[in-house]
């Protein structure tokens, strides 16, 4: 197989990288079961599932968290999502 360069993947059309994109996410799927979490990350995960478990009214449902950080890509759009920015640094 040919290697390519991030400047090769920028001369591709949208739809080719996307679909560059969409072959690589699906070789990175195909061996995910075989990748193994070093015991630092899976002590990070337990310490952060244990915070949350403490404590489930801490978090931000993932709906909130998209809205802010589509906000924070596009904050020329004004932001219709002020009330979730509120929620959030309420329960912090």
Do not use: C, F
């Not at 969409?22 to 337990?46: F, G, H, P, R, Y």
């Amino acid at each position: 197989m040919k290697k390519i360069t991030a400047t090769d993947a920028l001369e591709l059309s949208i739809s080719e990288r996307i679909q560059l994109v969409e072959d690589i996410w699906d070789t990175i799927i195909a061996k995910a079961a075989s990748v193994e979490l070093t015991e630092e990350e899976k002590k990070i995960i337990d310490a952060r599932l244990e915070k949350y478990h403490q404590n489930p009214e801490l978090g931000s449902p993932w709906e909130d968290v998209y809205k802010l950080e589509k906000y924070h890509q596009n904050p020329e759009l004004g932001s219709p999502w002020e009330d979730v920015y509120k929620r959030i640094v309420d329960r912090q």
